[in-house]
Every structure is written in structure tokens, then in C-alpha cells.
């Protein structure tokens, strides 16, 4: 029921919002007094402001979510903190980027293979079903290519390429190990 929970009420924010601190308010009313900017640079930094309080009101609500359990029902309030926050753990540039470990696989692979190995990338599994999880791989992606541990998959940078799949991510492993072992079963019985 956990993962049904976040899949549900949870999102993967884009990657301009990496490392930004949620503000406790949002929306501050402009100083008494204050002057309008006397050059370029305060005129930067006004334009920067107005940009952090737009992407503050883009904050999302909090939702409840019903847990049923045995003979009633349980009820979790979800912040909008951790709706937004929750899957970051996946794109951490410290420890587990998944889109680093797909680079660092890419670089053992044999050199004429990673170029059809780029072209064919399937995502599966229910996290790959939460809202914004394919466009944030993209962004990560485009931001790989341009770290020097991974100059030497620059080249295949314009070849990158998610497969699209009639089936819903959470059961694609299981479909593609039914097909391989009914190949494999076949490919032995004619043997």
C-alpha cells in the first residue's frame, strides 16, 4: 500500500529545482521603502527574486492518503515537502544517481555496443509510474554528458533514447522474462 501511496500523491520535481530549500514563507510582502534598483547586478538579483517567490507558489497542497486496515481506515497526511522531496534520493549526485550508475554500466560495456545499448533504454518498475520520473531521467542525462567522468559517452549523447512499451512499467520485467522463457524453452525443445 506504501508504493500505491507514493505513486499516487508523490511527483518527481525537475531537475531546476535541485538543491533549493523549501522557504516556511512563501510570500513576502516587498519592504516599506524600498528603492528601485540603481544598477544591472540589484536589477538581477530583483529578477532572481521574483523567479524563487513564482517557483515558492508553485508549491504543492498537502493531500491525505486512506490506508485501509483490517477493519478500518488510517489516514496519513503527505506535506508538500515530501511530495516533492521523496524521490530525489534517486537522482543524489553523493551517493545513488541512477542515471550515473546507467553511465558508469555504458562505460563497460564494449565500445560498438554502447551505441545500440543507449538507443534502447526501458525503464520499468512502479517508481518509473511516478508523474515527472521520465522527463527528470532526460534532464539528468543531458547533465551527465556534460561531467568529465563521462566525456567519453559524449558522442552518444543525441543517440539516448527511451523505448516506449504498451505496457505499464510496473509489470515490464515480468513480461520480458515470460517472453525470454518461453524463447529460451522452445529455442532447447528444438534443439
Given at each position: 500500500q506504501?508504493?500505491?501511496?507514493?505513486?499516487?500523491?508523490?511527483?518527481?520535481q525537475?531537475?531546476?529545482?535541485?538543491?533549493?530549500?523549501?522557504?516556511?514563507?512563501?510570500?513576502?510582502?516587498?519592504?516599506?521603502?524600498?528603492?528601485?534598483?540603481?544598477?544591472?547586478?540589484?536589477?538581477?538579483?530583483?529578477?532572481?527574486?521574483?523567479?524563487?517567490?513564482?517557483?515558492?507558489?508553485?508549491?504543492?497542497?498537502?493531500?491525505?492518503?486512506?490506508?485501509?486496515?483490517?477493519?478500518?481506515?488510517?489516514?496519513?497526511?503527505?506535506?508538500?515537502?515530501?511530495?516533492?522531496?521523496?524521490?530525489?534520493?534517486?537522482?543524489?549526485?553523493n551517493?545513488?544517481?541512477?542515471?550515473?550508475?546507467?553511465?558508469?554500466?555504458?562505460?563497460?560495456?564494449?565500445?560498438?555496443?554502447?551505441?545500440?545499448?543507449?538507443?534502447?533504454i526501458?525503464?520499468?518498475?512502479g517508481?518509473?509510474?511516478?508523474?515527472?520520473?521520465?522527463?527528470?531521467?532526460?534532464?539528468?542525462?543531458?547533465?551527465?554528458?556534460?561531467?568529465?567522468?563521462?566525456?567519453e559517452?559524449?558522442n552518444?549523447?543525441h543517440?539516448?533514447?527511451?523505448?516506449?512499451?504498451?505496457?505499464?512499467?510496473n509489470?515490464?520485467?515480468?513480461?520480458?522474462?515470460?517472453?525470454?522463457?518461453?524463447?529460451?524453452?522452445?529455442?532447447?525443445?528444438?534443439?
Amino acid at each position: 500500500q506504501i508504493e500505491k501511496a507514493i505513486a499516487r500523491t508523490c511527483f518527481v520535481q525537475p531537475l531546476k529545482y535541485k538543491g533549493k530549500k523549501d522557504k516556511k514563507s512563501p510570500r513576502q510582502s516587498p519592504k516599506a521603502g524600498a528603492k528601485p534598483p540603481t544598477d544591472a547586478s540589484e536589477a538581477k538579483d530583483n529578477d532572481k527574486d521574483k523567479d524563487d517567490k513564482k517557483d515558492n507558489d508553485l508549491q504543492p497542497n498537502s493531500v491525505s492518503y486512506e490506508f485501509n486496515v483490517k477493519k478500518q481506515s488510517a489516514f496519513c497526511k503527505i506535506t508538500p515537502s515530501i511530495r516533492r522531496r521523496i524521490c530525489e534520493v534517486l537522482f543524489d549526485d553523493n551517493q545513488h544517481n541512477i542515471v550515473h550508475f546507467l553511465c558508469e554500466q555504458l562505460l563497460k560495456a564494449p565500445i560498438d555496443a554502447r551505441g545500440i545499448l543507449v538507443n534502447n533504454i526501458l525503464l520499468t518498475g512502479g517508481t518509473v509510474q511516478i508523474p515527472g520520473f521520465e522527463a527528470r531521467f532526460i534532464q539528468e542525462w543531458n547533465r551527465a554528458m556534460t561531467m568529465a567522468k563521462y566525456k567519453e559517452l559524449w558522442n552518444l549523447k543525441h543517440r539516448f533514447r527511451l523505448l516506449q512499451c504498451k505496457f505499464p512499467a510496473n509489470i515490464r520485467m515480468f513480461v520480458g522474462a515470460s517472453i525470454y522463457g518461453e524463447l529460451t524453452s522452445r529455442f532447447v525443445d528444438e534443439l
